[in-house]
């Protein structure tokens, strides 16, 4: 059949948020794992939707390892930030992060599709979608598509709309 077009994908956001997580939802069932840890530096991943085959960078985004961030920019082609709606004390955090990503000379003047999830959802402390996107000023980014999705990676809800706009984005 036809070869898919290979893209690559940065996924970042703090540690905890659920990158891990929702990058493995994405595989086929029969290559998912079962336990999954903190990321230590990154990890490489693969998955398929119907027109595109992704390379994942699935980042580590504890304080010690952020730095490593900004070496992958130049060969991303889109970016998955994922942001824990229940982790309100470190919004203000997950902010500074984007705003570092968004001014980097890599990523500043390129119009590279940025999806959101505001995942964790299924918690009670979760704030909305709309919420976190006020947080995080989304409204500012005039330069770049973006879009965000409210997710529970558990259950594997929000993900598929989240990729299905990003596919429609890179086509
Ligand atoms: P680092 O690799 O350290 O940067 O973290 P990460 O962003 O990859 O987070 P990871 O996927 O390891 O998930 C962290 C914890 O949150 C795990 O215990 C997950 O099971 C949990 N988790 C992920 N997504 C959700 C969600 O949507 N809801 C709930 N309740 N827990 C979630
Ligand atoms: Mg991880």
Known sequence: GLKKKEVHVLCLGLDNSGKTTIINKLKPSNAQTQDIVPTIGFSIEKFKTSSLS???????GQGRYRNLWEHYY???QAVIFVID???KLRMVVAKEEL????NHPDIKHRRLPIL???NKMDLRDAISSVKVSQLLSLENIKDKP??????DALKGEG???GVDWLQDQIQ
């Open 74 to 76: 130049k060969e991303g």
């Open 99 to 102: 705003d570092t990503l968004l």
């Open 146 to 151: 973006w879009h965000i999705c409210a997710s």
């Open 159 to 161: 993900l598929q709309e």
């Open 116 to 118: 959101f999830f505001a």
């Open 54 to 60: 992704f390379t994942v960078f699935d980042m580590s």
């Open 85 to 87: 709606s229940s982790d």
